[in-house]
């Protein structure tokens, strides 16, 4: 067998490149703190670790929707618990009136107290979001308002999912009031995964999304006792115009308002109620989501992450290997063949 000069000086410095490649390998891994560092280091660990991290990157914008719909949810509950507070007040205003020590003329001054009522109450029909989306239209959140005036009926007003909104415009002139989209649509936001990734009209069996917006006629529509003049929406803003029209003609509260006033109360506090088991679900969904996310970030941690210990011991080994490779090729370089013969 033929041996070379130059295949003693190959073999050592191979042997020392490979060792320092071990080192530098280790040390990013020790100043990472990651046993992966780059798709070669462990292609089926690389696609497992992306994999995790698009999962949790999903969650955590699941929490972000969660967050949103809360913020909206919480802007819905204050418009509502500020209308039960209202209708109370008008209620309050209502027995006081069926009092006969009161005369024509402090009905007839009780009577711009309710138009003030009347008038916070249409601004709480008509809140709008922080985007300035309406929260009480379905899916017609840009409209101009949720609650306009009826034409049909002067003095009342109509919700613009309503029949009773059909004709009327916008303030350009042109733009139709009624969306029939206001009728029975509403805005969602996705808080949790979901097996189909599909929208139904109901969302109560829906776990994964949250309504963050309203059918308004559901909220403030009532089937009323009072007797109209006209055939204007039953809601309870109109209840409130025709207590309002009665007591500044000087007479007592129309009969079946105080009924009306009631169930007006009655059906927001349960729209409250439905708003308050949708928070629960967004709490209960970012719970579940965070205890996902810290299941999937330990197997994360497994796959990606340095053993700190065991890569000690690796390096230094290493480092050895390397110091004995560079000694042994300093002795093989200071050699001649003859010198090796002999």
């Known amino acids: 067998m033929r ?3 130059n295949q003693f000086h190959s073999q050592g410095i191979s042997s020392i490149q490979k060792h320092q490649e071990s080192v530098l390998e280790l040390q990013v891994k020790m100043s990472t703190g990651k046993r992966v560092n780059a798709a070669s280091d462990d292609p089926v660990a690389t696609t497992q670790i992306h994999s ?3 999962t949790m990157n999903t969650i955590d914008q699941y929490a ?3 967050e949103y719909a809360q913020s909206q949810l919480v802007l819905e509950e204050t418009a509502i618990n500020d209308t039960i507070g209202q209708l109370q007040r008008a209620r ?8 006969g020590t009161y005369s024509a003329t402090d009905r007839q001054v009780t009577a711009a107290e309710v138009e003030q009522i ?5 601004n709480m029909m008509n809140y709008r979001s922080s985007e300035g989306e309406l929260i009480f239209a379905g899916s017609s959140v840009l409209a101009e308002q949720a609650f306009v005036e009826d034409v049909g009926n002067p003095g009342y007003y109509a919700y613009i999912g309503s029949t009773n909104a059909i004709g009327q415009v916008e303030s350009d002139g042109v733009t139709p009031v009624y969306d029939e989209l206001a009728s029975y649509g509403s805005r969602f936001v996705q808080i949790g995964f979901d097996a189909d990734n599909r929208v139904t009209a109901d969302d109560k069996g829906d776990s994964s999304r949250i309504r963050v917006t309203d059918n308004g006629e559901k909220v403030f529509g009532i089937t009323t006792t009072v007797a109209f003049t006209g055939t204007p929406d039953s809601n309870i803003l109109n209840v409130l115009v025709e207590l309002k029209n009665s007591l500044e003609n000087g007479l007592e509260p129309p009969e079946g308002v105080l009924d009306d006033l009631s169930a007006g109360i009655d059906q927001l506090s349960m729209v409250r109620a439905e708003i308050g088991g949708r928070q629960n679900r967004i709490d209960a969904q970012y719970n579940a989501g965070e205890s996902f996310k810290l299941a999937l970030e330990e197997r994360r941690m497994g796959l990606e992450d340095m053993d700190i210990v065991e890569g000690v011991t690796e390096l230094t080994k290493n480092q050895n290997a390397l110091e004995m490779a560079q000694q042994i090729f300093s002795r093989v370089q200071s050699m001649s063949l003859f010198q090796y013969l002999r």
């Open 3 to 5: 041996i070379s000069t």
């Open 52 to 54: 995790l991290n698009r």
């Open 64 to 66: 972000k929707n969660g």
């Open 92 to 99: 309050e205003l209502s027995v006081q009136m069926l009092n």
């Open 118 to 122: 009347i008038q916070q109450t249409k």
